[in-house]
């Protein structure tokens, strides 16, 4: 199994767009690898992409990378023992507007 994971890029390899150098903050470390661009089109830098086994699949904006970043804390902390449901998943834990609301 694999998890598609929003980078940054940072840099474009050529002219076109088609394969751009991408990167994120993991803890410490800071992991750095080429993507292809061609599925989605050449981006501005400093753009974040959600990218899968060096391909660029989606451009995400700001509210859809917080929802990716939390569910890839709640899968690392659950790794870790230290799961705790409240902490992650906010927009799953708000009420939704009932009918009787909504009227």
């Known amino acids: 199994m694999c998890l598609s994971i929003p980078l940054q890029l940072v840099a474009l390899e050529d002219e076109n ?16 690898e080429r993507v292809n661009m061609m599925l989605i089109g050449r981006q501005p830098l400093g753009s974040w992409i959600l990218a899968s086994l060096g391909l660029a699949r989606e451009v995400l904006d700001d509210h859809q990378r917080a929802l990716i970043e939390d569910a890839l804390a709640a899968v ?11 902490a992650h998943f906010s927009d799953l834990n708000t009420p939704r507007p009932t009918r009787s609301t909504l009227q």
């Open 76 to 86: 690392g902390a659950s790794l870790a023992g230290d799961y705790d449901p409240s």
């Open 17 to 32: 767009g088609d394969f751009a150098i991408a990167e994120r903050r993991q803890g410490n470390a800071l992991r750095r």
